[in-house]
């Protein structure tokens, strides 16, 4: 039976996903110490009172926050929204254009 999770208050239900030890061009190597201390995942699903984030997000939180759940062998990670450390643009946009 599939289970449908439906975050309250400002809470975010992110799709956990592991991390790859390079960049997609292959030229930056993340230590695994880093890797180990942040997580990366999609958000799936948002409570009402979420004002920063929307469903698709790619989100970068820390290893230490939220309650696990599964579902049909997915991974999903409930958090409040001040746990989310940062977003990452899709579009290569950002800090370093």
Do not use: C, H
């Not at 989100?59 to 746990?83: A, H, N, S, T």
């Amino acid at each position: 039976m599939k289970v449908k999770f439906n975050p309250l208050n400002d809470r975010v239900l992110i799709e956990t996903v592991m991390m790859s030890d390079k960049t997609a061009s292959g030229l930056l190597y993340i230590p695994e110490v880093a890797q180990k201390r942040t997580q990366t995942g999609y958000v799936a699903a948002i409570g009402p009172n979420v004002e920063t984030l929307r469903v698709g997000d790619v989100v970068i939180y820390d290893m230490y926050v939220g309650i696990e759940l599964e579902d049909q062998g997915k991974k999903f990670l409930l958090v409040d929204e001040r746990d989310v450390l940062a977003t990452i643009d899709k579009d290569g946009g950002g800090v370093n254009e």
